[in-house]
């Protein structure tokens, strides 16, 4: 006796609109048993968590903080996973954009003019891309799996930063900390309000609102979407599965970069070896639960950017580990997939072994 998965004819469009919704929900729950298994009270864990960080302004501005590279790198992924290639290496992008963005502040902390920001930020996205261009063009020239590829660069970028904060880039007036110098005003982000809020929340929205035109107003668009449903269709319409995986990749490795940089000239205003707290994996959660559409990924994000301060919130009020943002990312990740699959399979329990292979194909 088994179980097998068995595709559905038809599926509820109305289960698919609500799935993300309801893991969401079922995170809560499952939520409110670990913290019960742990000792704590699971509604004021909950609270806590989900709740009170929404409750106050200096919360609401983190909250956008956290939630803005989470937004930027997801819809860069969302072009990735919608043309069928998987990025799953922002992370090592969104650090490789933050280094290629500090040369200057860095390197010529003299140059201070109204230019300076703004090639920072041309250069984070562009060493961002860059970075990404190298799994794509192992795909495309050598037929290498860009999973691992992507994947084992983000370990070399995080190496490379490491490195360069204790080494070359050390700020010689820094105590000998694994530090750099702090960027000056002509390199940091402009801040809005009384927080750590900067522009970077509004660079966020801007692109969100592109690629939404982009996807579903534009010719680019229906060829991502084509590619990704069916190559062999995409083939016969004359577009090129190569050239999209170099532009998805491309496009997604920008945007991490314009994303790394945005956070070390904003909320940081310098290198450390560690700058990231996970947000370009953070990110592949995000774009599922944002459906891939850049104006649901806008709201996912905030959601995952509140697991963050809940984690930080229970851990600061009731003593929990600083891994149970991790925690409940995960299960969010895990209850959208079970959803999606329960959406679009049904489960039949079947008496008898199960056939071989060979079996299956006569």
């Not at 984070?124 to 999973?147: M, Q, W």
């Not at 402009?190 to 982009?214: F, I, T």
């Not at 639960?289 to 984690?311: D, E, M, W």
Request: glycine letters at 10%.
């Amino acid at each position: 006796m088994r179980l097998e998965l068995v595709k559905r004819a038809e599926h509820s469009a109305l289960m698919a609109g609500l799935s993300p919704v309801v893991a969401v929900m079922l995170t809560m729950f499952a939520g409110g048993i670990l913290f019960a298994a742990a000792g704590h009270d699971p509604l004021l864990a909950l609270y806590k968590f989900f709740i009170e960080p929404l409750t106050d302004t200096w919360s609401l501005q983190e909250l956008v903080v956290k939630a803005t590279p989470l937004v930027l790198i997801a819809c860069g992924l969302s072009v990735c996973y919608l043309s069928n290639t998987w990025n799953i290496g922002a992370e090592g992008q969104f650090v490789a954009g933050a280094i290629l963005g500090s040369v200057l502040p860095v390197m010529v902390p003299g140059f201070q003019s109204w230019l300076t920001l703004p090639l920072m930020l041309l250069m984070g996205a562009l060493g961002g891309a860059l970075y990404a261009l190298v799994p794509a063009l192992l795909k495309t020239r050598f037929n290498t799996n860009e999973i691992l590829s992507s994947l084992m660069l983000v370990y070399v970028a995080g190496l490379a930063l490491d490195y360069l904060v204790r080494g070359p880039w050390r700020d010689p007036g820094g105590y000998n900390f694994p530090e750099s110098r702090m960027f000056s005003a002509a390199a940091t982000m402009p801040v809005l309000g009384d927080g750590r809020m900067s522009v970077s929340a509004l660079v966020a929205v801007a692109v969100v609102v592109a690629l939404a035109v982009l996807l579903s107003r534009t010719i680019k668009g229906f060829e991502i979407r084509v590619i990704g449903e069916s190559p062999r269709a995409g083939s016969f319409a004359g577009f090129s599965a190569r050239r999209m995986t170099v532009f998805a990749f491309a496009l997604s490795g920008a945007l991490a970069g314009l994303a790394g940089i945005m956070e070390v000239s904003g909320s940081i205003g310098q290198l450390l070896p560690t700058i990231s707290p996970g947000y370009g994996f953070t990110a592949i959660i995000v774009a599922f639960l944002g459906r891939l559409n850049p104006l649901a990924i806008l709201v996912a994000g905030l959601v995952l950017a509140l697991s963050y301060l809940g984690g930080e919130a229970v851990q600061a009020s009731m003593g929990m580990s600083d891994k149970i943002a991790d925690v409940m990312q995960g299960m969010l990740l895990f209850f959208v997939l079970a959803c999606d699959t329960l959406i679009l399979y049904r489960i039949r329990l079947v008496r008898g072994p199960a056939a071989s292979g060979e079996e299956r194909r006569a």
